[in-house]
């Protein structure tokens, strides 16, 4: 019943610019924290970043700090990841996080099918 469908991946030079979007849907009743994740071949899924539902509190990993900046509409249930200076370490499947309560469920995290981004050098 829920939903949610990442866009934005893709190939970039390193040094360049990407903005990811992640857009939730069905019967929600609301959404809590929303979060970005990345996952390189042979590596766990790491934090990238998370935000809080009024967008007042962000969080991030140390290795995009300064460059990436996550925020969030929530009016169209989606948050963005904008990412810039871009380096060939950030290559990874990008995936959005979001937890969210319905009226099946309580508060339970989702999770997006991921997009890919590769950064050449």
């Known amino acids: 019943q829920v939903q949610l469908v990442e866009s934005g991946g893709g190939l970039v030079q390193a040094g360049g610019s990407l903005r990811l979007s992640c857009a939730a849907s069905?019967?929600?009743?609301?959404?809590?924290?929303m979060g970005w994740y990345r996952q390189a071949p042979g590596k766990q899924r790491e934090l990238v970043a998370t935000?809080?539902?009024?967008?007042?509190?962000?969080n991030y990993a140390d290795s995009v700090k300064g460059r990436f900046t996550i925020s969030r509409d929530n009016a169209k249930n989606t948050v963005y990841l904008q990412m810039n200076s871009l380096k060939p370490e950030d290559t990874a499947v990008y995936y959005c996080n979001a937890r969210i309560m319905t009226l099946a469920t309580p508060l339970t995290d989702y999770w997006g099918q991921g997009t890919q981004v590769t950064v050449s050098s």
């Open positions: 069905g019967r929600i009743l609301s959404i809590n924290f």
């Open positions: 935000i809080t539902r009024s967008g007042d509190n962000t």
